[in-house]
């Protein structure tokens, strides 16, 4: 992971999808999108493989913590 996929996540960092339960469930793929988009992301695949090893991090602190 790097620091252009850092900056990513973080910008998306409001745009999580929550279940009804409450649980965060997962970053929501068409605000990711735009936020790559924004930043001139050249390799799309890469970051969405970067940004969902960090989403499934989260989750496990968010919902378990």
Do not use: H
């Not at 050249?42 to 496990?60: G, H, P, V």
């Amino acid at each position: 992971m790097n620091l252009e996929a850092m900056q990513v996540f973080s910008a998306c960092s409001d745009d999580w999808k929550i279940t009804p339960q409450g649980k965060y469930k997962s970053i929501d793929k068409l605000a990711l999108g735009v936020v790559m988009e924004m930043v001139g992301v050249t390799n799309r695949k890469e970051m969405l493989t970067d940004i969902i090893a960090m989403q499934n991090a989260a989750l496990e602190v968010i919902n378990n913590g």
